[in-house]
């Protein structure tokens, strides 16, 4: 016999152990995942399969929160139809009629500064009657409606309205005038004849007082820019059948000045 065969062939090769320790390691693998396969895949198939896609759902949730805009849409809308049919209709009734309204009655005043037709406009000055009394009389009733100074044409014009009558006499025979004094030195300058006006009548007087009283109401339009300056006293005389009265309007004694062709009332 050779010398291998003098020793006896041992059954078991010098790595079985290695080997078989890694079969048994693999075993265990197998086993584990075996039932990792089994635990995770076959129990816990819907938590593996949706919890990775778990960032899948947050889509979900926008799409679910798209119901919140289309009531945000609605509410929009119905807001907005409403509003604007409102005040559309109301601005334009209010701005059409109101603007136009108020255009047509602006110039309608304007006109009313039309100057005074020259015919009705008194520039010159008559005398003092002779018979004219030094005092005045409390026989003569009068009223003064109105006094101003109109800008007729670039010249003053002083506008005088009111009443005045002898007690006891017929305004219809009757004749007025109104006097002008210069306050500074005191002497009456003359008299302007006044127009009666009897559509002006709206007093009542007593039946003794005198009759045809409506012809005692009057208006005088005159043209003092040609007086020279100074200080005017106003006061009212009338006459009646050869008799004169005459009496300032008030205790106040109007009057007014004249300076450069200008007329400015004081009293």
């Known amino acids: ?3 291998g065969y003098k020793r006896r062939r041992s059954i078991f090769r010098a790595d079985a ?3 078989f320790l890694r079969f048994l390691i693999g075993m265990v693998l197998l086993v584990a995942l075996c039932a990792l396969f089994y635990i995770f895949v ?3 198939k819907i938590n593996i399969e949706f919890a990775p896609k778990t960032p899948t759902q947050e889509p979900v949730q926008t799409v679910a929160a798209e119901p919140t805009p289309q009531p945000s849409v609605e509410a929009t809308a119905a807001p907005t139809a409403s509003p604007t049919s409102a005040p559309t209709a109301e601005p334009t009734a209010v701005s059409t009629i109101e603007p136009t309204a108020e255009a047509t009655a602006a110039p309608t005043p304007e006109p009313t500064n039309t100057p005074i037709p020259s015919e009705e406009v008194a520039d010159s000055m008559e005398s003092v009657p002779e018979n004219l009394p030094e005092n005045t009389s409390d026989n003569l009733k009068l009223g ?3 006094l101003k100074v109109v800008d007729n044409a670039g010249k003053s014009v002083i506008v005088v309205r ?6 006891g006499a017929d305004a219809a025979q009757s004749q007025g005038y109104i006097l002008l004094t210069d306050a500074a030195s005191g ?3 003359g008299r302007y004849p006044v127009t009666p006006r009897p559509e002006d009548a ?4 007593e039946a003794t007082s005198g009759s045809n009283l409506d012809q005692a109401f009057f208006q005088l339009n005159v043209d003092v820019s040609s007086l020279y300056d100074g200080i ?3 006061s009212m005389a009338v006459e009646n059948n050869g008799t004169s009265a005459w009496n300032y309007f008030d205790d106040s004694m109007f009057h007014f000045y004249v300076m450069q062709g200008v007329a400015v009332l004081s009293e």
């Not at 709206?202 to 007087?205: G, S, V």
């Open 162 to 167: 009111g009443y005045a009558y002898i007690e």
């Open 1 to 3: 016999m050779s010398r």
């Open 232 to 234: 005017y006293l106003i």
């Open 42 to 44: 076959l129990q816990g």
């Open 187 to 189: 002497e009456m300058l």
């Open 202 to 205: 709206d007093l009542a007087f």
């Open 144 to 146: 003064l409606k109105e």
């Open 17 to 19: 152990g290695r080997a």
